[in-house]
């Protein structure tokens, strides 16, 4: 018999140091302008680019291989700067709700290309919306839930529950309505039925379970669900994105493809297509500006099956 891997349960002491350290630094960030934090933040992101090794070969790896055409400088940058993008990403949640409201959100977004999207969010039947680690992608949930748009987003919860709870307070304070990846199939139904839309961030890996296809010249490993759901209530897929402007707090909002239901509707393997076709679309607009993909993130990691195969006959050819 295998030995049985049991979850490691957690410190609620140490959790809850950890959620109180968190908002006394909250607290003390709060002293500072928004562009003062992400000033901060953006030095934080090159020193966490200089000093964590591995998460630095990750991103130059991923990096090289989607961008076979360009030199290593030209890898480095982009790296450096997605490693301060993401440590901006934080700021960004944290000053959020403290900074937008209906009576002043120009001040910090523009929208483009969303008025097909919002006429058919308001309009029903209901939508499916996939988005990327890329820029900030908390921001959309958020703007869309401040302006009364029914949308629920997917999100894994934190392992700390205390700033878990906390984090889905401050995402939720505006409207945004969050559903837990685990065991969230029958409450997807729900809300998909209900004429509600739903919003994945659509660039995980999968597993060996997931479906593959192409991103940046590699197969990539896709779960189904999204494609699954869209085919099954016969829902429009919207593919957008939220770029920062420069370093500041001001980001461009953007529905960059729809796809419809009568796109699929002929084809030979309409799942795969249309997974293909919103993974496509994602890539499209991350090479629009790369640095502000989490080129970190382990995209790739799961190997197709033929792949493994291959390289198991290389390495053990008798």
């Known amino acids: 018999m295998g030995k049985e891997h049991k979850k490691k349960s957690r410190n609620l002491v140490l959790d809850w140091l950890a959620y109180a350290g968190l908002r006394v630094l909250v607290a003390f960030l709060g002293l500072f302008s928004i562009r003062a934090n992400l000033r901060t933040a953006c030095f934080l992101g090159r020193l966490l680019w200089k000093y964590y090794h591995r998460g630095r070969q990750r991103a130059m790896d991923n990096l090289q291989v989607s961008f076979p055409d360009r030199d290593q400088d030209w890898c480095q940058q982009v790296g450096r700067r997605s490693f301060e993008q993401l440590v901006m990403l934080v700021m960004d949640v944290l000053f959020t709700p403290r900074l937008v409201h209906k009576e002043n959100w120009k001040d910090y977004a523009k929208f483009h290309d969303i008025e097909q999207t919002k006429w058919r969010m308001k309009s029903g039947p209901g939508m499916i919306l996939v988005t990327a680690h890329y820029g900030n992608f908390e921001i959309v949930g958020y703007m869309l839930g401040l302006f009364g748009f029914d949308i629920y987003s997917v999100a894994r919860p934190l392992d700390n529950p205390f700033i878990n709870r906390w984090l ?9 309505k969050i559903v837990d990846k685990k065991g969230a199939t029958e409450q997807m139904e729900t809300i998909l039925t209900q004429g509600s839309t739903l919003g994945f961030i659509a660039d995980q890996d999968a597993g060996k379970k997931g ?5 940046f010249g590699r197969k990539a490993s896709t779960y189904k669900s999204i494609g699954l759901l869209a085919i099954q209530y016969n829902l429009p897929v919207c593919v957008g994105y939220s770029r920062r402007r420069g370093n500041d707090f001001f980001f461009d909002l953007c ?6 239901p009568e796109e699929w509707a002929d084809k030979d393997n309409p799942l795969l297509w249309l997974t293909q076709e919103y993974t496509a679309a994602i890539e499209a607009f ?15 990691k799961t190997r197709p099956k033929e792949e493994r195969r291959a390289l198991e006959l290389r390495e053990n050819p008798s």
């Not at 479906?211 to 991103?215: E, H, I, K, M, Q």
């Not at 991350?286 to 790739?300: A, G, K, L, S, V």
């Open 168 to 176: 889905y307070g401050v995402r939720q304070r505006r409207g945004q």
């Open 211 to 215: 479906l593959f296809v192409d991103f």
């Open 255 to 260: 529905a960059s493809r729809m796809i419809l």
């Open 286 to 300: 991350i090479r629009e500006d790369p640095t502000q993909y989490w080129w970190i993130h382990r995209r790739w």
